[in-house]
């Protein structure tokens, strides 16, 4: 019992410890980040002009979503963007290519716990710097958001279980460079999947109902529209609680996986290596 106990509390303190070093980094480069954290907003931006337009030139609501709805759907979108970042086939790739796997399966933990506690940690310095993007694209849009107590603090868990489910995916998918040199076509095809089906390019609702059915089968949705809707939207507490729910089970499907991938992956890497 006290091993256990002793391991939880070395890899909580690893956690802490690569988190905080992890905020200080970024802020250290905190132009960096603040330009990189722009890029990433420019998407949802994009979005959210178009729709408000659209809206607006249809008499101020598109089935039933009004302006105001639509510019509170795509603010806590820029947030929920930051949110998601995390370590991408690409970034395995070069991993793989550059040799930086070796030194990462030389420490006693899993690679994927570096790539958690490092993302988390860039987390609250991103916050940090959108709330004064968040700020004027409130006053420029003028949202309709008035969230509960039970909305607000069903977000906060929604937008950790939206992190930790697309890490588990995108790790999943970049470990498909142990077998191929190149990741890129099996990304984008992913990524255009994901616009489609996740609420990213259009809340779910605009989509056909053939698509919707199709996204209730698939993880996306639990790591962009879910959370989003959250906050912005008029969900029970059932939902809200089957939300959580649903995406607790996408976290374990898609942890198993990874480490079930893991297991094959690594030997053909060392295979390769020798």
């Not at 659209?54 to 963007?81: D, P």
């Not at 279980?161 to 142990?178: E, N, P, Q």
Request: proline share 5%; charged share 15%; hydrophobic share 55%.
């Amino acid at each position: 019992m006290n091993g256990k106990a002793g391991a939880v509390r070395s890899m909580f303190d690893f956690y802490v410890t690569r988190g905080r070093t992890q905020i200080q980094s970024e802020f250290q480069y905190r132009a960096a980040t603040y330009f990189w954290m722009i890029g990433m907003l420019a998407e949802p931006i994009v979005y959210l002009v178009v729709w408000t337009t659209i809206a607006e030139q249809q008499g101020g609501s598109v089935q039933g979503i009004t302006t105001g709805e639509f510019a509170a759907y795509y603010i806590v979108w820029t947030l929920v963007r930051n949110m998601n970042i995390v370590f991408t086939p690409y970034g395995w790739e070069w991993r793989i290519r550059e040799g930086q796997l070796s030194a990462a399966l030389l420490r006693p933990l899993h690679p994927l716990h570096d790539d958690l506690a490092g993302f988390a940690g860039w987390k609250p310095v991103v916050i940090l710097l959108w709330l004064p993007v968040a700020a004027v694209l409130w006053i420029a849009f003028d949202p309709v958001l008035a969230p509960t107590l039970l909305e607000a603090c069903v977000f906060f868990f929604a937008i950790w279980g939206a992190y930790l489910i697309r890490t588990m995916f995108m790790s999943t998918l970049g470990m498909i460079t142990f077998w191929t040199t190149r990741v890129s076509a099996i990304f984008e095809l992913f990524i255009a999947a994901e616009l489609l089906l996740s609420g990213r390019l259009v809340p779910m609702p605009l989509m056909p109902d053939w698509a919707q059915d199709v996204a209730g089968f698939l993880p996306f949705q639990w790591s962009f529209y879910f959370p989003i809707e959250s906050l912005v939207g008029d969900l029970s507490t059932g939902e809200l609680l089957r939300g959580l729910a649903m995406q607790a089970f996408w976290i374990a499907v898609l942890t198993g996986l990874t480490l079930f991938v893991w297991r094959f992956a690594v030997r053909r890497y060392s295979a390769v290596g020798n």
